[in-house]
C-alpha cells in the first residue's frame, strides 16, 4: 500500500519485514551497491552518490574487517563580533546566547577587553567580542590566538549611525582574512534595522554590499564571499541571522538539509527546520526559499514548548563529557510532539517533534497535508527521527 504523500513511500506494515528508507541517504558503511553509473535518475541520486562514495573510500583505502576512519568534524561553532563603537556587539552576543531581554542592552557598558559567551545546547556555541580600539591587525599583535580557532568572523555596522568609517574597517578586516585565514567566514549584520523605514533599509543594505563588494575586488578578493543580513536585536531577525551563520560551520549540513527537503517533498510540508530548543536557532531546514515569516511564527512555537518545559520539568539529562561533541539524540527513548492550527480553515498548521530533550523539528504544513493525515506525517517523521540519529552517530 502506498502513502497518500508519495508513491514510492510504503505505509508502516504490521509485519516485520524492514522498511525501504525514503530518505535515501545510507550512513551504513556496509551498504551493498548494484546501481550503475548511467542507470540512475535525479530521485536516486542520493542514494547512488553515497553508495559511489563508499565504493571509492573501501576500494582505495580499507583491507576486509578494517573499519573506516571516524568522519572528521570540526569543533564548535566559534563566533567572533567585531564592529565600531557602540555598534551593538554586546548586545547581539547577550540577547542571542545568554537571553537578555533586547530593552535592557540600553545599559550595557562599553567592552574595554576580550569578553566571550558560551552556551550549552544541542551544541556548544561559542562567542567573543573584540574591543574595536584593541590592535588586533597590527604585526605584533599574535592574531593566531584570536583567530585560528574561529569559524565566522561577525563585521556588525551600525546603520542608524554614520557607517563609512566602518566599511574602511571591515574592508581591513576583510582583506587580513582572506591573506591569512582564508577558510574563516566573514559575515556582515547590517544592524540596528528597527525603526528604519522600508526604502531606507533597503537603500542602506544595497550601498554597503556594493561598496564592499568593489573594494574587495580592487584589493584582488572579488571572489570571497562575504554574506549580508538585515538585523535587529528588538525582532527575530538576529536569531535568523544567526542560524544562517551557524548552520554553515557544521558539517552535517548537507545531510540534514537533504533529509528535510526530501521529508518537504514527501508530506507536502511547506518549511521544516530543525531548531536548537534553548537558542530558537535553527540549525537546518529544506533547500525552499526561506522567510522571516515562517521562521518568526516557528521560533514563537519554540518558545511555547521552552515555557511548557519550563513550567512541567525538563528530563534529567546525562553529563555530557565531552563538550566539543553534540549531544547523541540517541540517548533519549521518549520523543514529545504536539500539532497546533494557527489559521481558521485549519489547513496551515505547525507539526513539532522533538528529535531529541534539545533539539526539535517544526514543519509549517502547507495545503492538501491536513492533521487527518498526521499518521503518514508521523510515520514519515520517525524515519527522518531515525536518519538524524544517524547522522549525529557517524
Ligand atoms: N535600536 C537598536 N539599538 C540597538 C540594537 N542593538 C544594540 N542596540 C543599542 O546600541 C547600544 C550599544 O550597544 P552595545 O551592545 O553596548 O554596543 P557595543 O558595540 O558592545 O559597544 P562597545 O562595547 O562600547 O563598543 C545600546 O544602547 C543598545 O541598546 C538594535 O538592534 N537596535
Redesign the pocket.
Known sequence: MHTLFGENIRSPSPLKTPHQNPFELAFQPSVATSSTESSKTSPDQNEWLTHRLQNQVSATSYTHGEQPPPTKRKGNPRLL?M?????????????VFQKLP??D????????RIESASMQSFMHFESA?I??QLPVLSPDFDHSTIFSNIGAVIW?I?S?DEYLTSISELLRVAVFLAEHYPRTNFEVFI?????LSEEYKYDTFREVRQRVQDELSDYGYGDRSVSYYQ????DHS?FEAMSKVIMKLLPQLPAMETLLTKLCSTCRIQKAYLFDTVSKIYIATDASPTFLKDYEVCSDYVDVIVDIKQLYGWRDKSPVDNRDEPQHAADVSFVGESVVTFDRSGDTYIYAREISDSLSLLCLMGQGSGADKKVLIDYNVDILHDALLQVFKV
Do not use: W
Open positions: 563580533f564592529g565600531m563603537r557602540r555598534c551593538g556587539k554586546s548586545s547581539v552576543q547577550k540577547v533586547p530593552a542592552t540600553l545599559y550595557l557598558e562599553t567592552t574595554n567580542e574591543p574595536t556588525i551600525d542608524q544592524h540596528k534595522t528597527d525603526g538585523t535587529s536585536i528588538f538576529i
